[in-house]
């Protein structure tokens, strides 16, 4: 069982910053497939990043130059830098572990962008 909890997440004006920290348990945290997905209301969960274990990196096309996925194995953390934030990018975001044919996912942060 791997346990993930976020941070960081709260109320930014468009235009502004946040970074989001996922820390996970678990000994083999450099093997999991790291990412971070967002649910607005009244939509369907989609992927925004994710990071493999060699450090390769994807992103969702909405948030491409904006936001940058890292990670710390030393930490057993993942990060979500995210920036020139939009009102588009407000929803609950969730860190998501991916290991062989299990997924385990964070409680989820708010973050809400708006003047």
């Known amino acids: 069982q791997v346990q993930l909890v976020e941070s960081g997440g709260g109320l930014v004006q468009p235009g502004g910053s946040l970074r989001l920290s996922c820390a996970a348990s678990?000994?083999?945290?450099?093997?999991?497939?790291m990412g971070w997905y967002r649910q607005a209301p009244g939509k369907q969960r989609e992927l925004v990043a994710v990071i493999t274990s060699g450090s390769r990196l994807n992103y969702a096309d909405s948030v491409k130059g904006r936001f940058l996925i890292s990670r710390d194995n030393a930490k057993n953390t993942v990060y979500l830098q995210m920036n020139s934030l939009k009102p588009e990018d407000t929803a609950v975001y969730y860190c998501?572990?991916?290991?062989?044919?299990?997924?385990?996912w964070g409680q989820g942060t708010q973050v809400t962008v708006s003047s």
């Open positions: 678990g000994s083999i945290f450099r093997l999991y497939v």
């Open positions: 998501n572990a991916h290991i062989a044919t299990m997924d385990y």
